[in-house]
């Protein structure tokens, strides 16, 4: 597509619900970010996929959280037993190439835990 | 890890003046990215700019690399250029490449 795409763009859930946010990147894009980004705050970086490489999650916060990549393109963040904490905005980015290549970031994802 | 650091915090500018942000980091890099987050959320990219001087309209930005801060100027300022902007590197001695955000300047321009 035109850009990166997430779905869905608002989440509700009850405390103890697992999540899934979906990410669609830049097509031809090889690496793959998710960051996090509480409200007023700046952006905590999750996970990062880079082409066929294993991902780097030094930035999940917890067991609760997983992520994967299919073939390379479309990526899911799971969100297991949804605390409180966890409500933020899930932003998604991709780049033609890692570590050095220009980001875009795509619209986010809004969760909120009740 | 890398210290990624933006000042001011907050600015208030009346439309039509200049401005300077500022963007210090603490290690090399080999990719900073400058980005405006708007009233609603969305992360705009300003300039890639891991080195040297770029111009888009009436914003420009300057890297020096071997100095470690970067500028972002702002000139003629229009209501519409209130948000946040934020400064983010790629650290050489990271893993895998992942950006590293600062704090984030909050503009505020009045009409």
């Known amino acids: 597509g035109a850009g990166v795409s997430q779905s869905p763009s608002n989440k509700v859930t009850e405390k103890g619900k697992d999540v899934e946010l979906r990410c669609d990147p830049i097509s031809g894009h090889t690496a793959l970010y998710w960051y996090r980004q509480s409200l007023g705050q700046g952006l905590e970086f999750l996970i990062y996929f880079q082409g066929n490489s294993a991902p780097d999650k030094s930035g999940l916060p917890s067991d609760r959280f997983s992520a994967e990549r299919t073939g390379g393109s479309v990526s899911t963040l799971t969100i297991q037993r949804t605390q409180q904490e966890d409500s933020a905005v899930y932003l998604c980015?991709?780049?033609?190439?890692?570590?050095?290549?220009?980001?875009?970031f795509g619209e986010g994802s809004r969760l909120t835990v009740l | 890890g890398i210290q990624v650091e933006q000042s001011p915090p907050d600015l208030i500018l009346q439309e039509g003046a200049n401005s300077t942000l500022r963007c210090n980091f603490s290690?090399?890099?080999?990719?900073l990215q400058w980005f405006h987050q708007n009233p609603w959320g969305q992360l705009i990219n300003l300039f890639y700019?891991?080195?040297g001087t770029k111009q888009n309209g009436r914003l420009s930005a300057t890297t020096v690399a071997t100095e470690r801060y970067s500028l972002l100027y702002i000139s003629s300022s229009q209501t519409t250029d209130s948000g946040v902007y934020f400064c983010a590197v790629v650290w050489y001695g990271g893993s895998q490449g992942n950006l590293i955000f600062g704090k984030g300047t909050k503009l505020s321009v009045k009409p």
């Open positions: 290690d090399s890099v080999n990719n």
């Open positions: 700019i891991p080195s």
């Open positions: 980015a991709s780049s033609f190439s890692g570590g050095t290549g220009e980001l875009f």
